[in-house]
């Protein structure tokens, strides 16, 4: 088992910045790729980043790309999430995740159905 507590969310006005940690505990860490997922009223839960377990490779949603950062720390065993630039359509519960499976460029590393520990997610509002 693994237990994942995200932190750092809140409300935020268009164009400024937040940063969303992820604290990991249970097994060991640098056993898991590591993923951000958002979801928006209405929406489905959607992927934002995911890194794989050395953090020595990083993948993003287009919609985030170039604005957001993921990164880890494998002494903490802890997962970032850096967000600049937001905008309102950024509104969301954002969860992070764990997986086992070996992520890379070809893999699924954007499906949510492949992780395996879920936190309780965190609240960002970006105001227009």
């Known amino acids: 088992q693994v237990q994942l507590v995200e932190s750092g969310g809140g409300l935020v006005q268009a164009g400024g910045s937040l940063r969303l940690s992820c604290a990991a505990s249970g097994r060991t860490f640098t056993g898991y790729a590591m993923g951000w997922f958002r979801q928006a009223p209405g929406k489905e839960r959607e992927f934002v980043a995911a890194?794989?377990?050395?953090?020595?490779?990083?993948y993003y949603a287009d919609s985030v790309k170039g604005r957001f950062t993921i990164s880890r720390d494998n002494i903490k065993n802890t997962v970032y999430l850096q967000m600049n630039s937001l905008k309102p359509e950024d509104t969301a519960v954002y969860y992070c995740a764990a997986t086992r499976t070996i992520i890379y460029s070809g893999s699924y590393y954007y499906r949510s159905s492949d992780y395996d520990y879920w936190g309780q997610g965190t609240q960002v509002t970006v105001s227009s």
């Open positions: 890194i794989n377990r050395s953090g020595s490779s990083t």
